[in-house]
């Protein structure tokens, strides 16, 4: 079985489960897989450690959550330092290179760029960081094309937002791709 | 034609499947891990002339639904945990004057606040013993998004049914997670309607025996009279202390349960025809123990799931029959020993029941589960 395990962490309010909502529904309803998508927070609002993990496969998924990670996106340094382990060798990691100052070891390859900052300056507002790192995590990861996922993206986000979330996904996808050649 | 698919929270499909069976009425009080259900209602029920009231606590709420009912409207309500242990004494007074209704609770860790963010499987007891008194109960137990849709209209289902409340309890992880869902067209799952009076309003009493064990429900408005209370009751509603007439209405309330238990308990089978190691699961933890039969077979090991669907009834029935031929049961599940009781009860010594009992807020891993397999001689 094809199975594929992603990983969304952070902190909470960065918008990771949001991320991992579109990516699955990318994959289930865009792409014509199966996917599951289940997350993991704290009682607050913002901050506190918050996961989103979406496990994707041509056939039926069973266990909800992720067994051996293929990919993992870390947005604050403790969730680098925490998830980084169950890392598949050979699988990726993908970090904002402002917030995750020390890589950690493994047989895994690391794909860094500043994604808060891209979203910031490059796309123009700070909340669509989300939506950057999810372009990144589609590139690197190869589960769901680019234009089904961006499908996805247009059909999750408020009308009046749909030109800014484009931008940040394909902001986000180049990158990476720039990021990890 | 192509079905409608879309992809959703098992909170979200809880809300469509109650709105598929009918539901018109949902009074609640928001709490995590099930305010999605909530939410869903608060936006759909007014589209079709519905009512949702936000109560001022769980209690309330309860007693909302109820007085719903009784006026012929198809009831729900939604919560968690402390929730669950504020309506208890009004879920008993649903048993008793035999109102149907539907009871969404989600499991998250306990008791008390415990862990409002984190899945268990620890409400299952008090599904059956929550509130005082003895009463028939009935608890479903979905494992997926599209199971959890189905199994909220079959507790509307049985709740008109058998005239008694019927709770649906998913764990905090079927709860949030997200799936693929086919929705059925209309029509396609059936949809129990009341058995409402054929007598005219003078000649009603709302626990007339003579139809049955199931006697009909009148709705309030429509000319018909009745009184309900949580006394002990005669035919007409009104309390009683005699003895023979307690005696017999109480028996028949929990009769209307006891004597319909392949009616009611459901259960999936897999992997059982050779199977030497049974885990016997339910909720989010099946799935873990299907991954975990799985990895066993392929490492030769003979395991096989019981799979149960509905919790209570409790399907003592295939639990002792499985028994009779396991060398052992595994029972994951995130209480202390909840399943493992009536598990235990079942197998009569017959073969032993070994416990994977997680309350630590995280899910049981298939790893866990394959390693006591291991345990199994």
Redesign the interface.
């Known amino acids: 079985m094809s199975r594929y395990e992603l990983r969304f962490s952070g902190a909470g309010g960065q918008g990771l489960i949001t991320a991992g909502i579109i990516m699955a529904k990318a994959a289930s309803i865009y792409e014509g897989k199966q996917a599951v998508q289940s997350q993991s927070y704290g009682p607050e609002a913002r901050g506190g450690a918050s996961k989103s993990e979406v496990i994707i496969s041509d056939g039926p998924i069973d266990y909800p959550k992720v067994t051996q990670c293929d990919a993992l996106l870390a947005m604050t340094q403790e969730a680098a330092n925490k998830y980084s382990h169950d890392l598949k060798e050979g699988g990726v990691l993908l970090i904002d290179s402002d917030l995750v100052k020390n890589v950690p070891p493994g047989n895994f390859k690391t794909v860094a760029f500043p994604i808060i900052n891209t979203a910031k300056n490059d796309v123009g507002r700070e909340i669509v960081a989300n939506i950057v790192a999810l372009g990144a995590m589609v590139a690197l990861t190869g589960q769901v094309s680019r234009e089904n996922a961006e499908k996805a993206v247009l059909s999750s986000v408020p009308e009046a937002f749909l030109e800014l979330n484009k931008k940040a996904f394909s902001m986000g996808y180049d990158k990476a791709v720039a990021a990890s050649a | 034609m192509s079905k409608k698919?879309?992809?959703l929270q098992g909170n979200e499909a809880a809300s469509h499947g109650a709105l598929y069976a009918g539901c018109n009425f949902f009074a609640g009080y928001p709490i995590?891990p099930s305010t999605e259900v909530a939410e869903v209602m608060s936006a759909e029920l007014p589209k079709i002339g519905g009512k949702f009231i936000q109560m001022e606590d769980e209690i309330g709420a309860m007693a909302a639904i109820l007085g719903a009912s009784l006026a012929g409207a198809k009831v729900l309500t939604s919560t968690s945990g402390p929730g669950l242990s504020l309506k208890q004494e009004l879920i008993g007074y649903g048993c008793i004057a035999e109102i149907p209704c539907v009871i969404y609770n989600v499991m998250r860790g306990g008791p008390s606040t415990g862990m409002?963010?984190?899945p268990s499987q620890s409400d299952v007891m008090a599904a059956k013993w929550g509130t005082h008194g003895d009463h028939p109960a009935i608890c479903l137990v979905p494992a997926s998004v599209q199971e959890t849709y189905e199994e909220v209209i079959r507790a509307f289902n049985l709740a008109e049914k058998y005239r008694t409340p019927v709770m649906v309890m998913p764990d905090e992880?079927v709860a949030?997670?997200?799936?693929?869902i086919v929705f059925p067209e209309p029509g396609e799952i059936a949809v129990e309607p009341r058995k409402t009076p054929t007598v005219p309003p003078e000649q009603y009493k709302p626990y007339d025996t003579s139809f049955g064990d199931v006697p009909p429900l009148a709705a309030y408005g429509t000319g018909y009279k009745f009184h309900v209370t949580g006394l002990n009751k005669m035919q007409d509603g009104f309390p009683t202390t005699k003895a023979e007439v307690v005696q017999a209405e109480e028996e028949r309330q929990v009769r209307k349960v006891e004597a319909n238990v392949d009616d009611i308990v459901t259960f999936e089978e897999y992997m059982l025809d050779d199977a030497e190691v049974v885990v016997i699961a339910y909720g989010?933890t099946s799935?873990?123990a299907?991954?975990a039969v799985?990895a066993a077979r392929e490492q030769g090991i003979k395991a096989g799931m019981f799979r149960i669907k509905t919790f209570w009834p409790f399907p003592d029935k295939q639990i002792k029959a499985l028994a009779q031929k396991a060398k052992g049961f595994i029972v994951p599940e995130m209480n202390l020993g909840m399943c493992a009781i009536e598990v235990e009860r079942n197998a009569q010594g017959k073969a032993p029941v070994l416990g994977i009992f997680r309350v630590d807020g995280e899910?049981i891993?298939?790893?866990q589960i394959l390693e006591k397999m291991k345990e199994v001689k």
Do not use: L, Q, W
């Not at chain 2, 949030?176 to 693929?180: A, T």
């Open positions: 698919v879309a992809f995590t409002p963010t984190g992880i949030h997670m997200r799936e693929r989010s799935r873990s299907r991954y799985n899910p891993n298939p790893d």
